[in-house]
């Protein structure tokens, strides 16, 4: 059987299965489209903890070199230092080797513009035209690149948080937090706890290893954090934190060992974004309305594009935002940098946390009380087409937004959204309203229209 | 290898150095392993490596399990009509189309007869290039047969949708040069089963091409001599295999091949069918004046690349289709350039009226200048969205901004659109104004500022 | 699981399972390489009636018209007829799509060079060289190869038989033999009862048929001639003829409806030779001293080579050999062509027996009685070479022949030849003596003396 | 691609050109299918491309769910030593030994520390053109390490070979060119450890090579310059990898790279060891005169090619085994070519006599005339053909004539050779007599012979 069809080549990125299609032919054949499309200059090349992540580096550097790009090579990092290294030494672009929150037998690549953000789509397709037509240019070996490593790279991306941060640094250590980090074994292993004990915390890191693979599934959803609300629990801890396998997304359980829906790191994060930084907040159709009420009580602008990093990161850079995100778990600070970073999102939500007192559970209920639900349905992307042409009438009578599928938003303040994945065969549905049992009433509705045009 | 062009429109190369048996096998394998085995039919024009590649082709499907179905020596168009017409699961054509005798190429077509949009060739693609192929054991192994009969049914569906009553009583005298290629036998044909009186020039298909396969004004010195030679009421021009046509009048002038979709929509919205007219970004304007001359009908604009214009068609309903290039497709008959179909529906558009040329200076004609400039691909979309940050030209009507695909810019009678190739390492520029003067200067503005982006 | 092991590519010409090893890429890679090799002119191509015949066509007329040869397509024909028609119109060379008595699974490339032989191992290495290294000679759309047919070229090759046999015709003709033909629906079919028709027989033929698979395996050995012998019997017919997939082996079945041994073939065909044609027999060292028994009758010297068809064929030519063959049913008429022919086979066994009148039996017991026993063990070829050292010892008192591995002759005339494959992973043991116990009890010994060896 | 040889002794090209990421890759991930995962231990020699080479060969290793020790730059016998005496179950070098420092090249290695022969290489190759990998799945990939003492006990392996008290008690001055290649650090190491004094020149291994790295007679002035400066007792040419070594006298002339396989015969046999000497087809005669010298001692040749020779070394129970080119290899210590075991020989040889020139002295010499006619490979080995149907020359004995690897015929004090080029399109002619003019006119008669028959 041909395995190919788990190779998802794409403007995002590539994604593969090791032992099927995440061969070394494939990776050793987009370093060098990478390496020709960038024309020289330096690559910062770095992983994950996946085991298939040695033989990913070593063919990425194989190809770069001979392209006669140079590579700073991070060996294990997290995306966010990986994109921070990038514009710390000027380098021509990244790729980080990562699947981020998939299953094990995943890896996938992601391509590093020179300003530190994943490649833009027109980017994106400039590559895939490279790597399709494989005329590569090679260099002959006197042209060949360099190959240096930074073990430092990490360091000097969370000292610089670390900076930002200033003068709150004293008011987050005066609470003397107690806090339980779990890095899922993943990329932030061995750097979250000495990052937090910077800010004065005393930390407690769990699933803190480079090489004993993933100890639970690595998206950082409230399902998989078990063993997070049960080590908060029996150390006492004021709040834990847990982080994806690249290191990139963030999602927060409480004191009373709790976790909390995907979209309270955002949400944490938007509510201690200083008064001093101005901008609107941007974030996705698809996050919570409490980013609204955030925006109303701060006097910002909130901003929301299609779902997708890349989508929020142009927002944000065209309209200079103070803060911006995705409900998934990504925070996004452009004062460090333009992309999604759970250091900088434990740093903000620590300082959020020391100013307004008080605990984790009281932060969450100061919000109006809400709940977020979500369903998946499997549709080809041309029948998805039809479907969603059949909810616009279907929803016509209400306030829709069709900037990116159809998000109806009722006077209450309760939302629906609904939008064809551009990477599975999939509709997703999300909606949000006072309470769970009243956004369920609004996700069926949405599912009994699509069966209901389907069953024609 | 640089001739290799290996892209969303298929693998296309040259013979002796590029497009080599291991390529074509592989590609072909490639497509056997997308479409999971199934009928595919196959076809090809009349270049001399055709039977070469033929073979190559072959050995790819038939390894990956496909049945296949060989169409022979057929136009384009009736392959993809076949494909779309029949429980195919898909097709590939054996043709480069108007390039030169030592190119050729295969074209990947879908089952519905369109060709692959950009995501299908990019699966396609990474099958290629991952060579992960499906491999059928020697039991699951499937025959291998021909189709003599998909060129005439085609000619049969084309006849179908004419008023042949009305062209027949013309008694019109047509002049072809089907350029020794693929509609050599069929071209005549079709002119014979509608009532016209033909004579016929370049129709030995094993013989080499006589000049450049493409029906550009450049080509058609030959044709246009036999058309003032025969007293003809008309000339068409093929191109190898039998998507594009060229034009004469019977004065012996040659009106471009942007007149070919200008006439094909003033005949389909003469006869009012319905729905809008989808032509690609750089089809002249001259559409959009046809289309308001007939009740402000609806013109939508697409991407480049018949795949595009063609399921645009097929999903906006359109009532016709096209390219500049001489390409127009006929909904009600296929979602494929069709030259033959296109010779038809003019033959009757004139039949209607009084002559060709006539018809031809009723319909509005603006000047348009083309230049191309080498940049390599991965350095052309950075050049491109450096020029759309740095906005529009003062003249340019923001509103009619289009940069999905390229960019184009357009206020009342004039436009010019910047792309990159698809296929080669250039930049394209495209401008149209009423005067020549004012679509030079337009290209020459442009070009100006690419080079300073590069 | 890589399945490139069921690939043999070797000085015999390549083999593989289709599905898995007989890919279109491998042969499309080596019908460049032949073109490359021969450098113009023109191929013949034929194919046994294996469904993956079409499939392989395809592919090797697409890469020899793409060096520049012409191609003259035979579809399917017998493997004599390819070699035929090489040297009839003056080709550069040929090549035969067949795995001849393999399963269906399994197809094969034969190469033949422009004399109709198969390319002897110094040429297969140079065809071999020109494969790894991949670098083809491919010629410009205007000089590429023509493709033509040759729907006549198995009867020009049948009818140069018949004029060779010439007045020996009306013999045959005479005594109206009654004959049965397994085709085992391979080449042959539909060819070979028109051929022996044209020699006077009255023909029935079974399995006659291009398109319905093999009814039993391709091998003519005894075991698989089940059908062959009920029909013989069944039509009281004089003589069963079988023939292999591409027809270049021949079995005997005797009027009593009993297949002969694999030998009776080649014994029949040398003591039908006639006397006027001088020159020796050649044949291996593994066929039957029934070869050495006629030599004498008709004062003609035996000459042994190792096994393999292109060793004999090499000696017959420097010898110019009035007969020779293997074993294994392949019989070589050199005043035809130097190749194995079934058809040249079953002419000669007809002349034979319409000369000596008589049955098929009495033919057959005309000879001194005895036995062929064989044996096969799995044996490295690393491990061979020492098994054959210690049996050198063992047999070190005997008369032996070194010339390939080992061959003993005792004064009785009975002998033994242990030889190990160079093909698979296996040691041969033939033997033969006057009665089947005889030749069991000298094959037992040489097994026992290997495996004495191996389990030191 | 035309600098690309893809044949028995592994993947060697000109990097930038033809020996590119994929090709090196695909063919590491071949070997990698060919061993069926296992422990694979690589090195490199000291060229510039061996780091992007090195880690295209572990994405191949890795992806075939091979465990990878990596030795880092170090001699190639050093390599194979170390894959003989572990539990791997195979190695690559990767390194173009002698070639131009723009080459590199992938050489495989069984698990007893050979080079893989004809029949395995066809094995890998096949799979190589195939392109049917294993793939291990994520959690079936192996670790990678390093392995830095590899170096280090190869020289320990050699010295405990050698008389080190009698070359201590000469106090001997060495003069060596390490090319900067890899035994730049090795070579001194090797002298220091058995007690000679040392002056090393391009030692550098991050420098370029200072000269073409092979260690033939023209490449020996800046050597044979430094001998005479200092004046030591011999001086010892490496190439980048370590398999060839090159020698100059006291004096500073250097006698050629036939010499060292003599030197090493000499010594071997001087000690008494038993077994027979192997030498390849064109290796000077003076080796079976060295031979007979010692007690009609036995000579075997065999066909050209590192493999054949150390396979017939391992089988024959050889006491020490060689090729003209300058490599010899010792079966007490590796079945490799092995520069600094040689020198290490030779060393002790000079210990025990005069002097090194001295001990050149006493040995016998030829002349020998080496040429190479292009030719297509394959046309090249049916001119052999040909050449072989022709019979043996007048001169020659039919009794001493070898056709297995080439033909060579020879008679008494001469012979000649003529085999195809393993890698190149050329034929090769060899001739070897008393003097030179008598060995060139062998040459001349053969080159014109098969002018005659190409």
Redesign the interface.
Known sequence: ????RT?K??VSGIRGVVG??F?P??LV?FAQAFG??L?GGTVVVGRDTRPSGEMARNALIGGLLATGCDVLDLGIAPVPTIQHTVRRVGASGGIAITASHNPQEWNALKFIHRDGVML?P??A???????????YTLVGSGRLGKLESDPGAARKHLDEILDLVGPDKELIAKRRFRVVVDCCNGAAAGLTQPFLRSLGCEVIAINNSRDRGFPRPPEPVPQHLGQLEAAVREHGADIGFAQDADADRLAIVTEAGVALGEDFALVFACDATDPSEPGPFVTTLSTSRMIDEIGERQGRQVLRTPVGEINVVEAMRRHNAALGGEGSGGVIWPRLQLCRDSFAGMALILRGLARRGGTVTEWKDSFRPGAVVRARVDCS?AEAQSVMMALREAYSGEQVDLTEGLRVVWPDGSWLHVRPSNTEAIIRVVAEADDESAAQALRDQALEAIAAHRGR | ??S????IGGARG????SL???V???YS?AFG?YVEGGRVLISRDT???G??????????L??AGCEVVDLGVCPTPALQLAVRTSDAVGGIAITAGHNP??W?ALKPIRADGIFLNS?QA?EL???Y?????????????K??SHDVVAGLQHLDAIAAELDTDLIRSRNLLVAVDCVNGACSEYAPGLLERIGCRVVAMNTETDQPFPHQPEPAAENLSQLRALVQATGADAGFAFDADGDRLGVVCEDGSAPGEEMTICLATEMILSRGDPGPVVVNLCTTQAVEDIAAAHGDREVIRTGIGQAYVSEQALNSRACVAGEGSGGCLFPRINYANDSLATMGHILQLVAGRTSLREVVASLPRYAMTKAALPCR??????A??RLREEGEPAWADPAQTELADGIKYRNRDRWVYVRVSATEPLIRVIAEAPTQGESEWLVREFLSAIRRLI
């Open positions: 059987m041909p395995t190919v190779l080549t794409g099927e299609s061969t032919q494939l054949g020709t499309y024309d833009r027109y980017q397709e400039e590559l895939l035209a490279v790597y399709y037509q494989a005329n992307a | 290898m640089n290799l062009r290996i892209a040259v013979i002796g150095e080599t048996p291991d074509i096998v592989n394998h392993t270049r001399p490596s039977q070469m590649v033929h073979h190559c082709v072959l050995a790819g038939l390894a005798t030592e050729n995501a990019g693609l990474d099958i290039h991952q060579r992960d192929f499906r491999k059928a054991t020697w039991d699951a192994l025959p291998y691909t991965h350095n052309a979309f950075s491109l969205e």
